[in-house]
């Protein structure tokens, strides 16, 4: 069973919002923590950068979907209306290497991991974004705004590339407060001879035969494929227009990929990407960079053999999202006991208050979230109310507070009994019609199937041997 505010907030407001609160957020633009203020006070967009769909999903890719996911819920709780979107880069040459090799178009291996990536964030209790663009689907919108840019002089064609002139616009490098001779060095891109400038970056570049690629582009006759810096500009404005409120991501994105949006928005329309930009820190794995030639990758669909989604979830919330974080056992064996207690409290719980819509959060989990979404602050607040559920209204407060950063998606029953709480001949019945639908190449009936196991907390995983399931937990 699941509980979410954001879920109710999404269905029409069953919960009443709180007293409002002042909303603070570090903002990296500035350097500052800030007062925010969305452009419209009944409306706030949002975009974050979501994941590349060549493999599987590691712990780094889940933090900022938990973060912002946080973050929306909170959003959702303090203004009439917050519109959420994460993209989906599904053109990329990581996905073309892995196509090619697999001898199969770049939509089987995209559609495979993006799959892979919402069951692994659905089990981490992350809700769907309300927008979810691919880039693929947005083809005409990169090529028009790449035609704005060469109209405007931002822009221009080389050897079948369009490039970025980056010394069109002097604000280059005012995000991630970069001088020009750092530029170079950080941007980690290929100092082509065809380039004006070495730090300028691709816009749209020439695809050979065995490559994916599109017609279209007005001053290029040939068959290309968009630069990853365009598609995340070019979507924001599809489904925004020129300025949102809040852009986030990780840190690493920072440079060159956000300098990179900005410098491109900036220029094609005239007006600032975002108002704010949050990025999250990076995370590090027993005091390692995480890394392949480390080989200490942790996949989500791995750590969730161990742990359950929630588990993880609290884990990641440990630790403030700016800061760097040490992803660790200790630290996941120290949220699964967290966790086993809270349950443990809510097992007294009665039960038409654990089937309640939760109520307005408590004070003190909330003054912790508008500061900067302090989530350690909103946890000691939570452990502070798991002690008083004896008290009038007790589990009611301890259930909105845990429910506000995403847990308790579980019934306490549900979370002691783990398997025993899955109808397996259900299970079976789903994974043999979605078998069955993709061997006939209807995928939409296949996604359904996959779609109702996602909600009953089933992850699944397609191997040579057939489909493995598993509980989600």
Avoid at 263 to 270: N, V
Avoid at 279 to 287: E, F, K, P, S
Avoid at 331 to 356: F, W
């Amino acid at each position: 069973m699941s509980w979410w505010p954001s879920e109710r907030l999404r269905t029409h407001g069953m919960i009443s919002k709180v007293r409002p609160m002042e909303l603070r957020l570090y903002n990296n633009r500035t350097r500052e923590k800030q007062v925010f203020r969305p452009q419209k006070p009944d409306l706030v967009t949002m975009y974050v950068c979501g994941p590349t769909v060549y493999g599987p999903v590691h712990i780094g890719n889940a933090r900022p979907a938990v973060v912002f996911d946080v973050l929306a819920g909170l959003l959702r709780q303090l203004y009439p209306k917050l519109v959420y979107a994460r993209n989906i880069t599904d053109i990329d040459d990581k996905i073309n290497a892995k196509a090619h090799e697999a001898q199969v178009d770049i939509s089987e291996i995209s559609h495979k991991y993006t799959l892979q990536y919402h069951s692994d964030m659905n089990a981490l209790g992350v809700q769907k974004p309300d927008i979810e663009p691919f880039a693929t689907q947005h083809i005409a919108d990169i090529q028009a705004m790449i035609e704005t840019l060469i109209a405007r002089g931002h822009a221009y064609i080389a050897e079948g590339h369009v490039l970025f002139d980056v010394s069109s616009d002097p604000d280059y490098g005012s995000l991630s407060r970069r001088q020009r001779d750092e530029l170079i060095a950080g941007a980690r891109v290929d100092i082509a001879p065809y380039k004006k400038n070495p730090e300028d970056f691709v816009l749209w570049k020439p695809s050979e035969a065995h490559l994916p690629g599109w017609q279209g582009l007005k001053q290029i006759d040939q068959r290309g494929r968009p630069g990853w810096h365009s598609e995340c500009s070019a979507m924001i404005a599809a489904h925004f227009g020129a300025t949102i409120d809040i852009h986030g991501g990780g840190i690493d994105l920072q440079f060159p990929h956000h300098e990179n949006e900005c410098a491109q928005s900036r220029c094609a329309h005239g007006a600032p990407l975002a108002q704010y930009w949050l990025h999250n820190g990076m995370l590090n794995i027993n005091g390692e960079k995480m890394s392949k030639s480390r080989g200490n990758v942790a996949l989500i669909m791995d750590l969730l053999t161990q742990y359950p989604g929630e588990v993880i979830r609290m884990a990641l919330l440990q630790g403030h999202y700016r800061q760097p974080m040490d992803f660790n056992d200790k630290l996941l064996d120290q949220s699964k006991a967290t966790l086993d207690r809270l349950y443990g409290l809510l097992r007294d719980c009665p039960a038409d208050i654990l089937a309640e819509p939760a109520g307005p959060c408590d004070d003190a989990v909330m003054e912790a979230l508008c500061d900067d979404l302090n989530t350690p602050k909103a946890l000691a607040a939570l452990s502070a109310l798991s002690k008083q559920v004896d008290q009038e209204g007790g589990y009611r407060r301890l259930l909105a507070a845990g429910r506000m950063l995403g847990l308790f998606q579980h019934t306490p029953e549900s979370w002691f009994q783990g398997m025993d709480a899955v109808d397996a001949d259900r299970v079976e019945a789903l994974v043999a019609a979605r078998a069955q639908a993709r061997a006939v190449k209807d995928f939409a009936a296949a996604d359904a199937a996959r779609d109702e196991l996602t909600r009953m907390g089933i992850t699944i995983e397609d191997t040579p041997q057939g489909t493995l399931w598993r509980l989600a937990r």
